[in-house]
């Protein structure tokens, strides 16, 4: 698994690569809010784009992430998503936390 960063002004793009588990969630979890709470975006985007497998740790990377934003008065979006992966995040309730979106197909 692997996270890359991306940064404008006011925002930070998160693009995810490979396998979301407990082990991987936690290291990828740091490196998103060190950067969050050092630019104080007012958007985190979420990119599961390249994830080939999550369990319940992206729920919870999703819900940390959310919860952290909004202590800074920022919002966040998760896009890119498998159509699967979107469904499990849908039933979670991960809608009313931001806006979610399923990856389109090209």
């Keep these: 698994m692997s996270a890359k960063l991306e940064y404008t002004r006011k925002e ?13 969630a936690s290291l990828i ?4 809010d060190d950067a969050v709470i050092l630019r104080r975006p007012k958007l985190l ?11 319940s740790s992206a729920i919870g990377l999703v819900m940390g992430r959310y919860k952290l934003m909004k202590t800074h008065g920022g919002e966040i979006r998760v896009e890119g998503l498998s159509p699967s992966a979107y469904k499990v995040m849908k039933l979670a309730g991960m809608e009313k936390l931001g ?8």
Aim: aromatic residues 8%; hydrophobic residues 40%.
């Design 12 to 24: 930070i793009r998160v693009y995810l690569d490979g396998e979301i588990d407990h082990h991987s």
């Design 99 to 106: 806006e979610i979106r399923v990856k389109e197909l090209v």
């Design 45 to 55: 985007v979420l990119d599961f784009s390249e994830v080939s497998f999550m369990d």
């Design 29 to 32: 979890r740091t490196g998103i």
